[in-house]
């Protein structure tokens, strides 16, 4: 069975400093695993996206996440967060050839603090 | 949100009553989806369609009803079946192939009088 663990609820960081946001998961194939962010009363915003290849993805407003495969991770990152950055973030998996539905985590509740 | 639109933003249901939330898409994506959003609890899947005509349950769909007459829209309707229906309800859409990232519209939050 396919899930998606984000193990903290809330994450505090100052501003400036950097940020990341833990993802773990668990599929029987290969993962396709996404990032998205959500602002109050918003609809989710895909922020990147890890098919293949390349393990450090970029992705919108400077973050980044690294795949790593050993440890079934997919943890989100910043070099610098900003206080716009608050918002909640959750991590989605789909595993490959096996259709079209999502599994998502939580979410983690990110404050950067002025 | 660019693609996708949800209405009305707020939806208020009286006991009893069935509602219809709206979601419609311009991006030519064939598939759909509806999320339904409980401080918490993430997203969790009631319905999707991969092409006209045809959907299938997703994990909580009892209580809700959906239908996918055209490519573009994608209701869904509340039945009075769905004993706690206060939530925020999210729309997606993707394409049918490869890695079929999902776009959000902006949610409709249904509140029961």
């Known amino acids: 069975a396919q899930s998606v663990a984000q193990p903290e609820d809330q994450v505090n960081v100052a501003e400036g400093n950097p940020l990341t946001v833990k993802c773990t998961y668990s599929v029987s194939g290969n993962p396709y695993l996404f990032w998205y962010v959500q602002y109050p009363n918003r609809g989710l915003q895909f922020l990147l996206k890890?098919?293949?290849?390349?393990?450090l993805v970029k992705g919108s407003y400077g973050f980044e996440a690294e795949f790593n495969k050993s440890q079934t991770s997919f943890h989100l990152k910043k070099p610098s967060a900003l206080v716009s950055d608050s918002a909640l973030y959750f991590c989605a998996v789909l595993e490959e050839n096996t259709g079209n539905q999502f599994y998502f985590g939580t979410g983690t509740s990110l404050t950067v603090i002025p | 949100d660019g693609g996708i639109t949800q209405s009305p933003k707020y939806l208020f249901r009286k006991e009893g009553q069935n509602v219809t939330l709206s979601c419609e898409q311009n991006l030519n994506h064939d598939a759909m989806y509806w999320y339904r959003q409980d401080p918490g609890q993430g997203l969790r899947l009631i319905y999707y369609s991969q092409i006209v005509n045809d959907f299938q349950k997703g994990d909580i769909a009892e209580g809700y009803s959906v239908s996918r007459e055209k490519k573009e829209s994608f209701p869904l309707t509340v039945t009075s079946a769905q004993k706690n229906p206060t939530a925020f309800y999210l729309c997606a859409s993707s394409i049918s192939s490869g890695a079929k990232t999902q776009y959000f519209g902006p949610g409709t939050r249904l509140l029961v009088l």
């Open positions: 890890y098919i293949t290849g390349d393990n």
